[in-house]
């Protein structure tokens, strides 16, 4: 569903549907000011993750045995040289939790690119062509769903060995279902439309109508799936990093960290607590920026 | 929405229909069952192949300075030097009996560890089902009955908080909370309705975030469907209506969708089990995945996939009973 009503969609010039509808989309989300609050969080962040050499005091793996465990900065004991403190082997909570946004990211946009590049691909045959092809397709899917995700990642991961493209791979492989379910459904209402069957008609290749007409057409729910896929995939990595069998041990991301607080809850609660923090207003502000999105895209769901 | 209340006027051809609307459902029954058969049997295989995929769990049972004599007795006593094909047929054929072979670790039968650990899962979900019942309900009841109001926001925000907080990280809070700060419950352990309290609860913020969301928005669909009105314009006060009439129909999608929730609830249990080290099923299956315990990590990934699909299973027979056109229509 795009911000055009379905009448003027089919008057545009073929290939040129949602042109411009972007500046449109931004501006309904910017009238919104939790989306606003939500994406300047995810901007701040991103640049974290992007600059973090920059920005980060410290090498978010130097030890210094010598000050292991000192509060942040506002509790006694604390001191400005570590403004969040300091945890187990000495190493600077801050820089290590500007770090952990690195991981987070990365492996969040990976999976949701991959994941809806299946299932864009997936769906858009399947709903175009029907038939045998969409009953198969559409089988696997019901199968894939079948499948705990976390499960069949920690078995993967587990047994495959740790590493971020892992990660991203097994994320990017187990999601891709949503994606294909809502953009099957929109190409089969799309497919008798006019311009499709006149474009048909002057003998445009499948593949062309495909990748030119119905695609941008479907732009706008997939952006918000991708959005919510994105959230869904940070938590995912932190939670395979949280049971130690995500990424490698010397990569910093925010679910190995709370593990390690964990350990520490009773004495040093800041070590857990930051990295809970900040994972916690990364799922949060891509959740509501999914959730705006939607809401733009999709003025039905707006009134629930 | 039809009026459910509409009961069929019985005619001399009602008990015939009867039948064949039976055998219909014992036909649906029959397939899904099919089905559900053919998603294990491809999860079986899946996770046999994806352990051999893997190292060499005899290198790590042994230490590393052992012989190569050494190493080739173990894996014969292991049953793994047997063929790749013998190995998977013993493995699927042990299946219908329950037989899942001895695990590498424990030098037991698998069946009897994962029957060991059972109870404390169950435990720890049926809680947890609770405590998503009781709150989730009330609140989605709440919220739809004062949509758009103060009241309703402060709900759908405590959703929102609820579905994006990674289950682990409740769970640290809440330690941090009740153990580290109160002294209120125990940080971790198994036994006592105090062990249980902190888990059951972290378990259930995400599903009661989903169930009380999904109810809130499919009642507001309900509440302005005809028979509602009808049933307020007989003068019923509002929650009766909502209860009496709306509650039902509402129902449909939250089932729906609990049921393809189940496996995010299961990486919870996995995640909940590991926070308050518990001792279920979830924990069994992250210690066998690092010990690359073979027939272990195949029992477990078997038994999530299993509830997984069993679950399923029953939100499929359960719509016939919520929703009556379904039960004509099929």
């Known amino acids: ?304 | 929405m039809s009026d459910i209340t509409l009961e069929q006027p019985p005619t001399p051809t009602a008990g015939r229909r009867h039948d064949h609307h039976a055998t219909r459902l014992l036909w649906f029954v029959l397939k899904r069952l099919g089905t559900a058969v053919f998603v294990l049997l491809c999860t079986a295989t899946v996770a046999f192949f994806l352990v051999r995929l893997s190292g060499d769990p005899v290198k790590l049972l042994l230490p590393p300075d052992a012989t190569a004599a050494q190493e080739s007795a173990l894996r014969s006593s292991l049953g793994l030097d047997r063929p790749l094909f013998t190995q998977y047929v013993d493995f699927i054929g042990g299946l219908p009996r329950l037989d899942f072979g001895n695990s590498l670790v424990y030098n037991q039968p698998v069946s009897r560890i994962l029957a060991d650990r059972l109870p404390a899962t169950i435990e720890l979900a049926a809680a947890a089902l609770v405590v998503t019942l009781v709150v989730a309900i009330p609140a989605g009841i709440f919220a739809a009955m004062r949509r758009g109001r103060g009241s309703d926001h402060a709900v759908m925000t405590g959703v929102l908080l609820g579905q994006s907080t990674p289950p682990f990280w409740v769970g640290i809070l809440l330690v941090l909370v009740f153990a580290v700060g109160l002294h209120a419950l125990p940080a971790s352990g198994y036994g006592t309705f105090a062990h249980l309290v902190l888990p059951a609860v972290t378990l259930a913020v995400y599903s009661v975030a989903v169930v009380a969301r999904l109810l809130r928005s499919s009642l507001i669909d309900v509440l302005s469907s005809d028979h509602i009105r009808s049933a307020r314009a007989k003068g019923f006060g509002p929650l009766k209506v909502v209860l009496t009439h709306g509650l039902r129909n509402a129902s449909l999608p939250v089932v729906t969708v609990v049921g393809l929730e189940v496996g995010s609830l299961l990486g919870g249990a996995i995640l909940t089990e590991r926070v308050f080290s518990w001792p279920g099923v979830g924990q069994l299956t992250i210690e066998a995945i690092s010990n690359r315990d073979f027939p272990l990590v195949q029992a477990t990934v078997l038994f999530f996939a299993a509830t997984f699909v069993v679950v399923n299973l029953l939100v499929d027979l359960s719509y016939s009973f919520l929703d009556p056109r379904v039960r004509t229509s099929r």
């Open chain 1, 1 to 304: 569903m795009t911000v055009m009503t379905p009448a003027a969609a089919d008057r545009v010039p073929a290939g040129t549907p949602t042109v411009g509808s972007g500046s449109v989309v931004l501006r309904a989300l910017l009238r919104n000011k939790l989306a606003v609050l939500a994406l300047a969080v995810l901007v701040l962040l991103l640049a974290a993750a992007l600059f973090a050499p920059l920005i980060a005091p410290y090498d978010p793996n130097s030890q210094d045995l010598l000050l292991r465990l000192r509060p942040p900065a506002w509790q006694d004991g604390g001191s400005g040289a570590h403004p969040l403190g300091t945890d187990q082997l000495g190493r600077d909570m801050l820089s290590r939790v500007i770090y952990g946004a690195r991981v987070s990211l990365l492996v969040g946009a990976g999976a949701a690119l991959l994941a809806g590049a299946i299932g864009t691909v997936v769906g858009l045959v399947s709903g175009y062509f029907g038939g045998w092809a969409d009953r198969v397709l559409m089988r696997l899917a019901d199968i894939q769903l079948a499948f705990p995700a976390l499960l069949l990642a920690l078995a993967i991961v587990g047994f495959l060995g740790s590493g971020l493209w892992y990660v991203i791979l097994v994320l990017g492989f187990t999601g891709w279902v949503s994606y294909a379910r809502v953009v099957r459904s929109e190409v089969m209402s799309l497919r008798s439309r006019d311009f499709i069957t006149e474009a048909r008609a002057i003998g445009v290749t499948d593949a062309t109508i495909m990748r030119r007409h119905l695609l941008p057409n479907v732009m706008a729910p997939l952006a918000t799936i991708a959005t919510l896929h994105v959230a869904a995939a940070v938590v995912a990595e932190a939670s395979l990093s949280y049971l130690g069998l995500g990424v490698p041990k010397e990569t910093v991301t925010w679910g190995s960290m709370l593990a390690d607080g964990q350990l520490y809850l009773g004495t040093s609660w800041w070590v857990a607590v930051f990295p809970g923090i900040a994972l916690m207003l990364t799922s949060l502000a891509i959740n509501i920026t999914g959730d705006a999105l939607r809401d733009v895209a999709d003025p039905k769901a707006y009134r629930r």
